[in-house]
């Protein structure tokens, strides 16, 4: 292929200006590759039928990158319209193994890969009107309504690698080999012997510059010292790799970490994933073929596979041999004197897709002193992916990178033979977890430098460590805790309905979902924040909070909050915690004798069209609690979505007004409305005092 194939553009040269053509060209290229890819597959069936029973099967996949689009452009006021609501709801969330993702398959009416098709075509034709018709102002920045077009083409690039892994687990009978996906024909090449390189102490400082598209952990700033260690000349390969497995080094516990060896007692796994065992010997699983053991190309592990190798060599040689943590490859890519410009210039490595389907010899691409710096298969890294200083999340994606600050989810650095775009660029920090399987392996180390982690124990991002203390916290002022207070209330004039299944839409991080499931027999809670349903789940699944306070300035102080001390420890089995949009919900989200929405309607984008339609998540003789201070800002709806706050034909409007108006087709209020007060501490001498309004419908037709 074409080696100005599949790179970054370039977004703010000044001597080069950004086009709309670039632009155009390279969601076309995005669109047209990964369309390509599917196209592995032997029949409508293989679409169906899931390669690994942690995800979702592969017609998820094919729809997801385009309703991304959708969603995001919606999210970002470019568009008002939906292509297609029903899969743009079914298609929106489940890349990473969360436990808000939904793969019960039991949820979903697949459609056909004829539909799916359809359906992106209609996508490029809107993503098409708005290339040409926004005006193209620089810098091309996340605050540009570009960035979220451009968000849209790099998120269906991380796509095409992630589906190619999915399609390489899939049965051998539901692929098929084709000339664009064909493997590299360097199978038979000998494996060098590895050696050791010296790698001298440099300082590694990190600022991305805005010239190439970036998600959100990219930014920021990072600045250690890296002192000098030995890294192996080439990646291992499977020929050094296989000393370890004929040594029975899946077999020897003392090789594995605690997580590693649960993770091979689970899949009793004796040699790598994607080795076939022969009577004749030994194969290896590529996307569409098996094909006779390349033994001088690189082992694909997950990490915990890596780790073992490292710690069976380290027994054996009696050097202190592990991974590089992120800062220490970073110190390779310098040694090797690398650089976005000079590798996307050039066709010294095995990215792109420039050198075929697959990996290639570790000895093919030298880059300095050593190999594969970049490029042929990801490498492991010993570090759980953290935020840089001055991290901040992209309002459009929030749920790109702060579910992985777990702890849980070790950077792979270098790219792979798939990887593309932004992929591919020296700051891109992608990370999986430990038992992932991705086109990835490892380079080892030698050096006496501990890595040392950093501490993400406790939450410290502002939002979220305030609604933490909103929901969990004290009281201040006298002002009851909002969330308790909401459920208190609606129980208390519930006393006569049913009590079997309630929705806490909106729910934000769980405070209120808890508190009605001391009387309700299961309750669900949806937000559209990942990063709140994400604390919720924590509070559900640890039973404990942890997370920061300011003070004032940079002066924190240290909060932990537990369900125990609040009484909820023991409704825990009956909640349930999904990320969701208020506007656009699954299916299987209904059949609720209650609903509560609280301080919800005046930030959604569509609140007409959610108060329409609530009614069908509903029974009958149900009811829907409505709560807000009414804060109508076009930040967050446009004006004419609005229902209540203005003036028409000279008289006010209220949203009490709206809601009657939008609610009396199907519901009657069954009181007044009341005030109930709530406040938000933003800093120890700083604090929000707000009075929500609450409206109780019941479901009358």
């Given amino acids: 292929m074409s080696k100005h194939l599949h790179r970054s553009i370039r977004l703010n040269s000044p001597q080069t200006p950004l086009t709309r053509e670039q632009v155009?060209?390279?969601?076309?290229?995005?669109?047209?590759?990964?369309?390509?890819l599917f196209q592995v597959l032997t029949s409508d069936e293989a679409y169906y039928v899931k390669p690994i029973?942690?995800?979702?099967?592969?017609?998820?996949?094919?729809?997801?990158?385009?309703?991304?689009?959708?969603?995001?452009?919606?999210?970002?006021?470019?568009?008002?319209?939906?292509?297609?609501?029903?899969?743009?709801?079914?298609?929106?969330?489940?890349?990473?193994?969360?436990?808000?993702?939904?793969?019960?398959?039991?949820?979903?009416?697949?459609?056909?890969?004829?539909?799916?098709?359809?359906?992106?075509?209609?996508?490029?034709?809107?993503?098409?009107?708005?290339?040409?018709?926004?005006?193209?102002?620089?810098?091309?920045?996340?605050?540009?309504?570009?960035?979220?077009?451009?968000?849209?083409?790099?998120?269906?690039?991380?796509?095409?690698?992630?589906?190619?892994?999915?399609?390489?687990?899939?049965?051998?009978?539901?692929?098929?080999?084709?000339?664009?996906?064909?493997?590299?024909?360097?199978?038979?090449?000998?494996?060098?012997?590895?050696?050791?390189?010296?790698?001298?102490?440099?300082?590694?400082?990190?600022?991305?510059?805005?010239?190439?598209?970036?998600?959100?952990?990219?930014?920021?700033?990072?600045?250690?010292?890296?002192?000098?260690?030995?890294?192996?000349?080439?990646?291992?390969?499977?020929?050094?790799?296989?000393?370890?497995?004929?040594?029975?080094?899946?077999?020897?516990?003392e090789y594995w970490q605690e997580e590693g060896l649960a993770w091979r007692q689970f899949t009793q796994a004796e040699h790598?994933?994607?080795?076939?065992?022969?009577?004749?010997?030994?194969?290896?699983?590529?996307?569409?073929?098996?094909?006779?053991?390349?033994?001088?190309?690189?082992?694909e592990v997950n990490y915990h596979e890596a780790k073992a190798f490292c710690n069976w060599l380290a027994a054996q040689t009696g050097k202190p041999v592990r991974l590089p943590t992120e800062h220490e490859w970073y110190s390779l890519y310098e040694h090797a004197c690398l650089s976005d410009d000079n590798i996307a210039n050039g066709n010294h490595a095995n990215l792109f897709l420039d050198h075929g389907a697959s990996s290639c010899p570790v000895n093919q691409f030298a880059q300095g002193e050593l190999y594969d710096v970049v490029g042929n298969v990801w490498q492991w890294t010993e570090t759980p992916i953290f935020p840089f200083d001055g991290f901040k999340v992209h309002p459009l994606y929030d749920d790109f990178t702060t579910p992985t600050y777990d702890g849980r989810h070790n950077l792979i650095k270098g790219g792979s033979w798939i990887s593309t775009g932004n992929e591919a660029i020296k700051h891109s920090r992608y990370a999986f977890r430990r038992h992932f399987f991705q086109h990835a392996g490892f380079r080892y180390i030698v050096t006496d430098t501990p890595v040392t982690q950093k501490d993400a124990y406790y939450e410290s991002d502002k939002q979220l460590s305030e609604y933490a203390e909103f929901h969990y916290g004290d009281s201040y002022f006298g002002v009851p805790n909002f969330s308790k207070a909401l459920s208190d209330y609606a129980l208390q004039h519930l006393q006569a309905k049913p009590k079997r299944t309630a929705l806490d839409l909106g729910c934000a991080t769980g405070r209120a979902t808890f508190e009605l499931a001391k009387q309700f027999d299961h309750v669900t809670g949806i937000d559209f924040s990942a990063r709140f349903i994400g604390l919720a789940l924590q509070a559900a699944e640890q039973g404990v909070l942890r997370y920061t306070m300011t003070n004032e300035g940079d002066l924190v102080s240290y909060q932990e909050r537990t369900l125990s001390a609040l009484g909820l420890d023991q409704v825990v089995d009956r909640v349930a915690f999904w990320q969701g949009d208020a506007c656009n919900l699954k299916p299987q989200f209904s059949g609720y004798d209650f609903i509560l929405a609280a301080n919800l309607i005046d930030r959604?984008?569509?609140?007409?069209?959610?108060?329409?339609?609530?009614?069908?998540?509903?029974?009958?003789?149900?009811?829907?609690?409505?709560?807000?201070?009414?804060?109508?800002?076009?930040?967050?709806?446009?004006?004419?979505?609005?229902?209540?706050?203005?003036?028409?034909?000279?008289?006010?409007?209220?949203?009490?007004?709206?809601?009657?108006?939008?609610?009396?087709?199907?519901?009657?209020?069954?009181?007044?409305?009341?005030?109930?007060?709530?406040?938000?501490?933003?800093?120890?001498?700083?604090?929000?005092?707000?009075?929500?309004?609450?409206?109780?419908?019941?479901?009358v037709r």
């Fill in 53 to 253: 029973a942690l995800r979702h099967p592969l017609i998820f996949y094919y729809g997801h990158t385009h309703t991304f689009f959708i969603n995001k452009l919606i999210l970002a006021g470019l568009i008002s319209e939906r292509v297609n609501p029903k899969f743009e709801s079914m298609f929106a969330v489940g890349v990473d193994e969360m436990s808000w993702d939904d793969v019960n398959e039991a949820h979903y009416q697949w459609p056909t890969p004829a539909e799916v098709k359809a359906y992106r075509a209609r996508v490029r034709e809107v993503v098409d009107g708005l290339i040409n018709t926004l005006p193209l102002d620089t810098p091309i920045d996340w605050d540009s309504p570009w960035w979220p077009i451009l968000m849209g083409i790099e998120h269906e690039r991380i796509h095409l690698e992630t589906s190619s892994v999915l399609i390489r687990q899939h049965a051998l009978s539901y692929v098929q080999p084709s000339a664009a996906w064909a493997p590299s024909s360097a199978l038979a090449v000998a494996a060098p012997e590895n050696t050791l390189v010296q790698i001298p102490a440099r300082e590694i400082v990190l600022n991305k510059s805005e010239d190439y598209y970036g998600w959100d952990n990219e930014y920021g700033h990072f600045h250690t010292h890296s002192p000098a260690f030995e890294a192996a000349k080439y990646l291992t390969s499977n020929a050094e790799f296989l000393q370890f497995v004929e040594a029975g080094g899946y077999q020897a516990d």
């Fill in 272 to 299: 790598p994933t994607f080795w076939i065992k022969h009577a004749n010997g030994w194969k290896l699983r590529l996307m569409t073929e098996e094909v006779d053991m390349p033994w001088s190309w690189p082992v």
């Fill in 24 to 36: 155009r060209a390279y969601f076309h290229e995005t669109s047209d590759i990964y369309e390509s």
């Fill in 604 to 699: 959604l984008y569509s609140p007409r069209q959610f108060l329409s339609s609530i009614h069908e998540r509903l029974n009958m003789g149900g009811v829907l609690m409505i709560a807000s201070p009414y804060t109508w800002l076009e930040e967050h709806t446009p004006r004419e979505e609005w229902i209540g706050g203005y003036k028409q034909d000279g008289e006010n409007v209220t949203t009490l007004d709206g809601l009657k108006a939008l609610l009396g087709p199907h519901f009657k209020l069954m009181q007044d409305p009341v005030e109930i007060p709530f406040v938000i501490r933003e800093t120890r001498h700083k604090f929000q005092h707000t009075l929500s309004e609450v409206t109780l419908w019941e479901r």
